[in-house]
């Protein structure tokens, strides 16, 4: 069992910047494939980022490259969304999600979530 814990939303102003954080419980952190998904008011859940369980691979969604860094430090058990240049279409409640397989993770079909933070960019 993972437990997933988001921080770090809020409100910035578009072309700003925040970092998220998603700390998880356990001692088995490392053999976890992580991501980050996010869900906008009125529209359903969307992949934004993943990563494998040692860091070496990331995948993410067209608008956010260039933009967005998925990253994780096993020792800490915490996996990280650092967001630059936001825009107010980034304005989602954003979830970060576990599983022993990284593919699953892609796809939405993590057997772990968060709760959400919520990150709101005012224009």
């Known amino acids: 069992q993972v437990q997933l814990v988001e921080s770090g939303g809020g409100l910035v102003q578009a072309g700003g910047s925040l970092r998220l954080s998603c700390a998880a419980s356990?001692?088995?952190?490392?053999?976890?494939?992580m991501g980050w998904f996010r869900q906008a008011p009125g529209k359903g859940r969307e992949f934004v980022a993943a990563?494998?369980?040692?860091?070496?691979?990331?995948y993410y969604r067209d608008s956010v490259k260039g933009r967005f860094t998925i990253s994780r430090d096993n020792a800490r058990s915490t996996m990280y969304l650092q967001m630059n240049s936001l825009k107010p279409e980034d304005t989602a409640v954003y979830y970060c999600?576990?599983?022993?397989?990284?593919?699953?993770?892609?796809?939405?079909?993590?057997?772990?979530w968060g709760q959400g933070t919520q990150v709101t960019v005012s224009s």
């Open positions: 356990g001692r088995t952190f490392g053999t976890y494939g």
């Open positions: 999600a576990a599983d022993e397989s990284t593919t699953a993770v892609r796809n939405g079909l993590g057997d772990f």
């Open positions: 990563i494998s369980k040692a860091g070496t691979t990331t």
